[in-house]
């Protein structure tokens, strides 16, 4: 099943940092933007920011502005959530999908889901 696996969560400190990969599973990234996503218990599943295909551009949303860098391998098969200054309210499941970066933010516009990883920060 074609699909992008995230991978690299775990539990952290506040002000604290995690990395995340994400890694195309059947197919190579190429052609494709990536957005990141994420969601916390309770909520819906939010739009974080993404990359294009050339890796020349990126977006993030208000909430992670300044402290999450997201950046992709230059041999299209992953890409990268760096996450820096962590705050609890960043705690939730994280995913990674294709997206057109002119829909960044639309989980509805995403595609090739897979699983997700679990980012806990509490102290």
């Known amino acids: 099943q074609l699909r992008l696996v995230a991978s690299g969560g775990g539990l952290a400190q506040p002000g604290g940092s995690l990395r995340l990969s994400c890694t195309a599973v059947?197919?190579?990234?190429?052609?494709?933007?990536i957005g990141w996503f994420r969601q916390a218990p309770g909520e819906e599943r939010e739009g974080i920011g993404c990359?294009?295909?050339?890796?020349?551009?990126?977006h993030y949303a208000d909430a992670v502005k300044g402290r999450f860098t997201i950046s992709r391998d230059n041999t299209d098969t992953g890409a990268y959530l760096q996450m820096d200054n962590l705050k609890p309210e960043d705690t939730a499941v994280y995913y990674c999908a294709t997206v057109d970066v002119a829909w960044c933010y639309a989980t509805s516009r995403a595609n090739y889901w897979g699983e997700g990883t679990q980012v806990t920060v509490s102290s």
């Open positions: 059947g197919f190579t990234l190429e052609y494709y933007g």
């Open positions: 990359i294009n295909s050339s890796g020349s551009a990126t």
